[in-house]
């Protein structure tokens, strides 16, 4: 066997640009039928409803007319944390999520996973999801699930992968076609793909050649709850101040200093 | 009433000096029986067994083609490995029967006549949760077939498929020995045996938690 | 020997040593940690060949290209065509639905026909066929043909063309198409531009788009050929006003949200031109030489007539327009000089997702704003894009009984002295046919639509369909129509049959696509073309004889001709010989004509006294409203702010409820909404994002039929409000309904 190629690690990552996101949904949708998330009759109980990819509505809270909307697709933030102590992998006692090196992304295995809800309690966006129900899909539906990503069962916490099977399969064709690493498109998840407004942009945080690298240094980027010290690879970006600060939770008097980012970032 | 007394401590002297026989020989008795349960017919009972629907010749079809394994079990364009056969591959020479083997006559009657695919029993299959590139280990790693599957190309005839009755794998996964010990890299297929070649390797060892493979290496 | 306790107890510690020192422990402990991780409840997706087929999606009006990712036989997920000129790799999230539409229980199985106690049974397809053929011989062996309509729900292509056919070659007019704002677009491009055009916007290239409700980024038109023309746009740093009462997500996303009263947008439109005009701002060179009605003029009885210019200086100053549709002066005078002072700007009307036609007038005006500025048939403008004309079948030959049918005169009124433009009014269907009595209809077609749940007042609809003695409809779909029906005669779904796409709705884009199958047809379902050639072919004679083609597949190819062989393997074509956009003008004067008279606000139903609040729907890119139901996907990712467990939530301002004496809820409380049309209980959400005495519901929802997915959630729009006809169209021109919120009664 070959020695393995030594690579520069790799930090998968996803800059969402919030001026551009409509909040059609279509990024809901495409990682739901990408990932082979089950659906129940009624899903409007939103702490229940399994949406790896989930579009939060977020208002200025201003009175009519100077109300405002934004939209903000949330994925799983994939915290690099320190060192790749997310919150949720640190908390695990089974195991079953993980932080990869190579790849920045926090994974999910599922028939490790024993249920005990730990990492949700630990997670700050909600990005996991309890099954509370085993999945079931109406007769017939089952034709389209993929078999690049395994159904979960009941009693088990599941979460965006940044749609991890397709780096592998990506991954694959490139072994097989003798190369050593993924052109930037070779890999991009099912939401970015989908966005019929280009508002996501995914890459390799750590390449100068990917779009996100410069995305990502916008003087109109932020992430969510930075102060936590997650360290999360989604950034956002909005023109919009109040959107930038939404991003965080501040105190009253805190609500005008401009967010000083370079505390948080590394 | 001493007689009576006197017996009682006859048969205690005995049963003393004879329960110390006793002791060991039940212990023996006991030993040796959840031994032969346990190596014996544990084994007998976790399996059952089940023929494929076809028996196939490696060796027979080896002959006949120019690409060794790759002839008919081949990388699809997109990097993916086809795995078994399927009928359409097969179609291409049997469209009729070529010999005179009942077992040929058997697959064009049965399968290539009734466009059915044969439901083949894989030895090698690995739960849904697992993700194994061909790609990775054959191209860039530059492994043989042998390594993990063992010489099946020299096979003349198709071994019995033992189906584990209480996890539904074939015994291959676990490996003939029972004590799990294996001789040949081939003998074993769990994970434990991925992560052993990985580290041996010295594939990346990336996880956090673990500072072994991550998960998502070989999951999905 | 005998086994006493102790040599009992021996044998238990030498079978446990024995046990310890086989394999069991270790094999049985792992083999059962396998095991509780098998699930054989879960499907587990069989493995296989990933390949993707390309096609179109139908399931709106977009005319999206799709790649749908399938291992081996199985179709496992839809992808938007890279490339594609409408949407280039880009879908919305009705596409990516599409296969829960595909493999999902609402599917039509077989052809069914209703039994006398309204259950269904299923019937063969040469029983379904010759059940119709029948009912329509004797139809029209009674000398009545005129008694058969038909409901499509498109006008173009070859599928509604195949039905527009029969109904000719089998001598009834009834044809009648599901109206949207493209229907008031035709009319107004008719009368100013004397046009056979529907109207293609190039939101892409213009650098100010004033939008009076049209919901650009909430599905109308080409949905996702919109989403990327906006972003373009946007990326271009143009500007983008939305004039609307509610803060929709294209309001929330424009540079600018004004607020207006609603139904005033055309008083809008004409006090901006009154301040364009007024201060000069106008394209003198476009105005000048390519109109006609913008000064005054005199007729040919020596008449003199007021032209565009002075009507609008005289009726609709700043101050007027203020008042009537609540946008203060200084904001109109700064929109009028924003929209004068770009370059390509462009103005676009048909509210929420266009579904709906509208006021004649309020398109009159709005497009007369687009001639101000000279943003006709170019870059960055409107532009009247010519009728798809790749269908040129010879006129079927129609016998006497067909002719003398064909004479009599339409339904609905359409295309009468009264209503010369207009094709069909389908909003007068329910009060034509009517709830009792004979109806004038006795057999209905109906292809490609869910009349029993978009049409207003679905209630009156629904009764209508009752009053039909043989309803047949072409669903894939337990929809409501096909609910009502008498006999279904199931289409294969979009995946699994060839059908020609037109060129997409509301945009400026030539593209013909072409839908092919993806998937082997998963039931016994005959191809909605196929079906109707086979009706025709058993009622043989002169309506036999105008369907000579074996199959749909054999006329699809004889119509596309030399496009076939492109089309299918390219899934689209961009035709050379373009429709051109026509630069020139057919109407009377050979110009661009403006109109200086009869702008009238449509009035809406209810009498404000006992309705102080006006109800109004909006779209949402979540919820399908047309005749595809949602699919579970997009339900599920509907917010809870829209639909809570099976309540509809309406949006309300706050001070609505503050100002209201009969009113008293918090958010999330239940109240009671009625209209003069009807009555529905709904939650209420407060909402600082829309205009004071405004109701807003969602559209999509209510739907009776369909599956456990969908039925029961909310309440359908349509049953809360009815027609309003346009004085000019006869188009359905309501854009709300009075109402009325109370507390339900404890």
Redesign the interface.
Known sequence: MKKEHEHKAKKYGMVIDLDKCTGCGACMVACMAENNVPFRADETDKLLSITWMRVYKLTNAMPFPKTEICYLPRPCMHCEGSHGHSPCVSVCPATATDYSEATGIVSQIYTRCFGCRYCMAACPYHARYFNWWDPVWPEGMEKYLSPNVSPRMRGIVEKCSFCFHRYQLAMEKAHYEGRHGLEEDEYQTSCTQACPAGAITFGDLNNPHHAVYKLKKSENAFRLLERLGTNPKVYYTSSRKWVRQAGDNYLRDEKDNVIDKSKFRN | MSTSEEKTKEVSANADSDSGGAIILFFIIGFVASLIAGWIIFPKLLYCQKKQPIDFNHVLHMEEVDDGCESCHFFREDGTYAGVPKLEQCVGCHEEAVGEDPEEVKFVNEYVAKEREVPWLIYSKQPDCVFFSHAAHVKTAGMDCVTCHGPIGESTSLKVYEENWITGYSRDIWGQNMSGLKEHAWDRMKMDDCAECHVKNNVKQTSVQTKKGACFVCHK | ?K??R???L??????????A????P???T???S??T???P??????????IYADSVCTLCPGGCGISV?K?DD???????MKGHPV?D?????LG??G??L????TRVKTPLKKTSNGGWKKISWDEAIAEVAENLGKLRSEGQPQALACISGSDQGTVPQLFRRFMTAYGSPNYMCVPSSQDSYSITLKLMQGAQASAGFDIENADFVLSLGSGI??GWGS??CM??A??AC?AKKGKVVQIEPR?S??A??ADQ???INPGTEGDLALGLAHLIIKDDLYDKDFVGNNTFGFDDWTDDKGKSCQGFRQFVLENYGPEKVAETTGIDADTLTSLAKSFASASNPVAICGRGQGKRPGSIHEFIAVHALNALKGSINRKGGVWAVPEPNYISWAEPETDAVAQKGLQTPRIDGAGTEKYPYTKSLLNRFAEVVGSEGESPVKMLFVSGANPCFTLPDTGAVKAAFENIPLVVSFSSYMDETAKAADLILPNHVFLERYEDVPPPAGVNKNVIGLSKPVVDP?FDTKHAGDAIISVAKALKGSVGSAFAWDSYEACLQETMGDKWDSLNEKGFVVPDTAPACEKTYTTPSGKFEFFAAGYEQVTIEGDEKWYPLILMPYDS??LSSGFIGNP??????????V????DIVVEV?P?TVRESSALFVKDGDYAILSTPKGKATVRVHL??????GIVAMPTGLGHTAY???LAGKGTNFNELIGPVEDPASGLDAAWGIRAKLANIAS
């Not at chain 3, 579970?632 to 702010?641: A, G, S």
């Not at chain 3, 909402?687 to 004071?692: H, L």
């Open positions: 020997m086994i006493d102790r040599s009992f021996s044998f238990i510690i030498g079978g446990a040593a024995g046990t020192l086989s394999p069991l270790a094999k049985l792992d083999d059962l396998i095991w991780q098998n699930w409840w879960t499907p587990v997706p069989e493995d296989g060949e990933a990712r291992i199985r179709a496992i997920k839809i992808e938007g949407n790799g880009g879908i919305c999230i990516l639905s296969l829960q595909l493999y999902g229980p980024i909430e949905p996702v989403f990327k906006n972003s946007e803060l997500n294209t929330a996303k949200w004004i607020p998963q890119m979540r579970p996907f997009m339900t599920k990712t509907v917010e809870d702010t639909l809570k467990g099976n301002n001070l909402s600082e994002g829309i205009m004071p599956d456990e997915y």
